[in-house]
Nanobody, 127 residues
């Protein structure tokens, strides 16, 4: 079992920045990949970014490349999402997620690839 708790959401003007944090517990953090997804009202949950269990590989959806950065701190059991140059279309509830598998060769980038989810944190970007 893995428990995930997100924090850091809020209201920001377009062009501003936010940093989301996800604290994990219940399993050895350094052995599994982590990801961020988001879901806007009336839309499906979509992939935002992922980081491999080793931290050596990162993945982003095209619309956030160059603006968002995912990182992990294994000493603190935390994954971060630094979001810069925010746009109104980034408005959504952001979720962190973890898979059951450890030491995966392929880092999942779709919701079915993840088994544990946080409660979500709201990010609102005003124009």
């Amino acid at each position: 079992q893995v428990q995930l708790v997100e924090s850091g959401g809020g209201l920001v003007q377009a062009g501003g920045s936010l940093r989301l944090s996800c604290a994990a517990s219940g399993r050895t953090f350094s052995t599994y990949a982590m990801a961020w997804f988001r879901q806007a009202p009336g839309k499906e949950r979509e992939f935002v970014a992922a980081i491999s269990w080793s931290g050596g590989s990162t993945y982003y959806r095209d619309s956030v490349k160059g603006r968002f950065t995912i990182s992990r701190d294994n000493a603190k059991n935390t994954v971060l999402l630094q979001m810069n140059s925010l746009k109104p279309e980034d408005t959504a509830v952001y979720y962190c997620a973890a898979p059951k598998s450890s030491f995966a060769l392929v880092t999942p980038r779709t919701p079915p690839g993840y088994d544990y989810w946080g409660q979500g944190t709201q990010v609102t970007v005003s124009s």
